[in-house]
Every structure is written in C-alpha cells, then in structure tokens.
C-alpha cells in the first residue's frame, strides 16, 4: 500500500467518483484514496501509523456515516503522526456554525462543495497549487 496523497472520506460514491476524475485533470499522477465512512476511515488512518505512511492532505465530508467529519477531526488531531498534515473540512454545508466548529476543532480550513464540475476543477487546482505547491508544511 502506498501513500495517498489525498485521503478523502466521502459517503456519496457518486461524488466522490467525480472528484477522482477532477483530480487526475489537476495532476495525473496524484494517487487520492477514498473511504466512505468515518469509523472505517480511522481505521485506514490507524493503519498508516503502523506502517509510518502518511497523506498529504485530508478532505473530510461533514456528515458521515459511522464517525462524523467533526468527530473524524478531533480523533485526527489527537494523533501527532498527523500534526502536520493539513485537515480540511469539505461539505455541501455552508452553514457558519459548522464552519466555526471545524476551525475551532482544528481543521486547516473549510471549503463549500462547489457546482459543477468545471467549478470543481478549479476549486482542486486551488487546493493543489496552495497545499502542494506553496505551503512548505513538514510533511
């Protein structure tokens, strides 16, 4: 098994189905690994601990079957194999509260799901021009 570099929990398969082919429009060769539920996805991160792999970079949905996106972050957060890989929060909700809720939990940022696939080309290019390209975290 090798290290994604983006792991992302997403229920929705037909989303998540869309966002793998966004990605490889962004840049082909990154490897995305997609778990659909909360408590399974803490298993996959615990497993990476064990063999010392590690993600660039999180995506987690809001709301999740099994742990939720909130719950996934705060266990997240309490392992420090994972304090420097940037967790964000990636939801159909544009809800304030759920926004100020994950910041305050510790997620590196908050993205509303866009519209569109072309939107959703643009808002991964973003993701990877700033989390691959310009933030220099130790990871």
Known sequence: MISPDIFYVEDDQD????MQYAVK???DDLVVRIVEDGTEAMRMLDSYVETQQKPKLILLDLNLPGLSGID???KI???????????????????PIDVK???????NAYLTKPDGYTNLITCIQSLYDFWFNQNRSIN
Do not use: C, M, N, W
């Open 72 to 74: 996934l972050l705060k």
């Open 77 to 95: 957060k309490e392992i420090p194999y994972f304090k420097y890989v940037p967790v964000i929060l990636f939801s159909t909700s544009d809800d």
């Open 25 to 27: 429009e962004v840049k």
């Open 101 to 107: 809720r994950s910041l305050e939990f510790g997620a």
């Open 15 to 18: 989303f998540a189905f869309i």
